[in-house]
């Protein structure tokens, strides 16, 4: 069982920053391939950005790539986003997600889920 908790959302303002943070429980951190994911009103849920169990492969969304960093620390049991060039379509909560089985674009292959945290971009 793994329990995410998402931090460092907030509202910024176009090109600005934030670091999303996703503290994880468990001891068995480190075997767990990790997913971001956002969601807008109105709009399904979709794939932002996920990393190998190792740190040493990621992925991303191209509406994202460039300006999107993920990245894991497992001594920490911890994932991040670092989000740079931020844009008003970029609004969204963003949710951590972890996988029992290997990186997927697909939310349907993320078993365990945190609560979300609220990114808003002002134009």
């Known amino acids: 069982q793994v329990q995410l908790v998402e931090s460092g959302g907030g509202l910024v303002q176009a090109g600005g920053s934030l670091r999303l943070s996703c503290a994880a429980s468990g001891r068995t951190f480190s075997s767990y391939p990790m997913g971001w994911f956002r969601q807008a009103p109105g709009k399904e849920r979709e794939f932002v950005a996920a990393?190998?169990?190792?740190?040493?492969?990621?992925y991303y969304a191209d509406s994202v790539k460039g300006r999107f960093t993920i990245s894991r620390d497992n001594a920490k049991n911890t994932v991040y986003l670092q989000m740079n060039s931020l844009k008003p379509e970029d609004t969204a909560v963003y949710y951590c997600?972890?996988?029992?089985?290997?990186?997927?674009?697909?939310?349907?292959?993320?078993?365990?889920w945190g609560q979300g945290t609220q990114v808003t971009v002002s134009s």
């Open positions: 997600a972890a996988t029992r089985t290997f990186v997927v674009r697909d939310p349907r292959g993320y078993t365990y």
């Open positions: 990393i190998n169990w190792s740190g040493d492969s990621t």
